[in-house]
């Protein structure tokens, strides 16, 4: 596609559902990231994808959150048992290949609601 | 720790005048990479300018300057002439690793 595509762009929830959102890369694009940007914050760090494997996800909170890129395109980040510390703006960006040019491409973000 | 600081949350200025944010960070490693990231209210964030550490001449992109100090660590953003769509938060962010880590932003409202 022509640009990082986020599904849904908001999600409601309630507490203890299981929830999960979508990225879809730009054509191409080997480096995928995960960053979850809470109201007036910067964006977080959670997990960065080359290929099909994890190659970092330090930044996941805990293990209610995992993500999967089986394809080494659309990846899917899913959260467990969600809570309402888990409200935020999810944003997925990729890159052409590791990321040392800096520039990422990002989607416009799922709003998780967790209510 | 390695930590990006913005220490203006929120910075006013009118149409056509020249801003600029600032930016701190804290790092070990001696080559990395340094950027300035936009988000309009559109929420989707874009790449503004980036800087190698390696290379001390400052990075220029039209109206978008850099100061960059290395040792003082310091990564400054400088807007001239500036415009109503530079409205939006401004991100300074460093990469090491392949791990991009983001400040907290500053929003820079540009007045008519």
């Known amino acids: 596609g022509a640009g990082v595509s986020q599904t849904p762009s908001n999600k409601v929830t309630e507490k203890g559902k299981y929830v999960e959102l979508r990225c879809d890369p730009i054509?191409?694009?080997?480096?995928l990231y995960w960053y979850r940007q809470s109201l007036g914050q910067g964006p977080e760090f959670l997990i960065y994808?080359?290929?099909?494997?994890?190659?970092?996800d330090s930044g996941l909170p805990n293990d209610r959150f995992f993500a999967v890129r089986p394809e080494g395109s659309v990846s899917t980040l899913k959260i467990q048992r969600t809570e309402r510390g888990d409200s935020a703006v999810y944003l997925c960006?990729?890159?052409?290949?590791?990321?040392?040019?800096?520039?990422?491409?990002f989607g416009e973000g799922s709003r998780l609601t967790v209510l | 720790a390695q930590t990006v600081t913005q220490s203006q949350p929120e910075m006013s200025v009118q149409e056509a005048e020249t801003v600029t944010l600032s930016c701190t960070y804290d790092?070990?490693?001696?080559?990395?990479?340094l950027f300035w990231y936009k988000q309009p209210p559109s929420r989707q964030m874009i790449l503004v300018i980036r800087?190698?550490?390696?290379?001390?001449q400052n990075a220029t992109e039209n109206r978008f300057s850099v100061n960059f100090q290395k040792a003082a660590k310091s990564f400054s953003l400088k807007i001239s002439d500036s415009q109503l769509g530079d409205t939006a938060m401004y991100f300074c962010?460093?990469?090491?690793?392949?791990?991009?880590?983001f400040g907290k932003g500053t929003r820079l409202h540009i007045l008519p």
């Open positions: 960006a990729s890159s052409l290949n590791r990321a040392n040019t800096g520039e990422l491409f």
């Open positions: 054509s191409g694009h080997t480096a």
């Open positions: 994808f080359q290929g099909t494997g994890a190659a970092d």
């Open positions: 790092t070990s490693e001696n080559n990395y990479y």
């Open positions: 800087q190698e550490a390696y290379k001390q």
């Open positions: 962010a460093f990469m090491i690793d392949d791990k991009i880590i």
